[in-house]
């Protein structure tokens, strides 16, 4: 019902940059909250930023600082741009919407996932 498609995933070696860009379709009224998630082997998937409607934003301890969640609502978009990249952020991250259907229901979306790499 509504698709979640990821770019901008890579390799880049410590103190590098990338950004992650993530599309949304099918059938959405409306998307509140958009964010990125993280999950790296043997632990839990954990938030990185969220960002509302009305672009309040969220981060991670972990990324404050140095990376940056926006949004396009024009085009049910959100970018995550990562500035001062640390092997620890090395991760597959996931695109993630709480979206409100055309059949006004609640559904909450996401993306296939992206790997991020960062060589030390």
């Known amino acids: 019902q509504v698709q979640l498609v990821e770019s901008g995933g890579g390799l880049v070696q410590a103190g590098g940059s990338l950004r992650l860009s993530c599309a949304a379709s099918?059938?959405?009224?409306?998307?509140?909250?958009m964010g990125w998630y993280r999950r790296t082997p043997g632990k839990q998937r954990e938030l990185v930023a969220s960002?509302?409607?009305?672009?309040?934003?969220n981060y991670a301890d972990s990324v404050k600082g140095r990376f940056t969640i926006s949004r396009d609502n024009a085009k049910n978009t959100v970018s995550l741009q990562m500035n001062s990249l640390k092997p620890e952020d090395t991760a597959v991250y996931y695109c993630?919407?709480?979206?409100?259907?055309?059949?006004?229901?609640?559904?909450?979306?996401w993306g296939q996932g992206t790997q991020v790499t960062v060589s030390s």
């Open positions: 993630n919407a709480a979206v409100v259907l055309t059949t006004l229901h609640d559904s909450t979306a």
């Open positions: 960002i509302t409607k009305s672009n309040s934003t």
């Open positions: 099918g059938n959405i009224f409306k998307i509140n909250s």
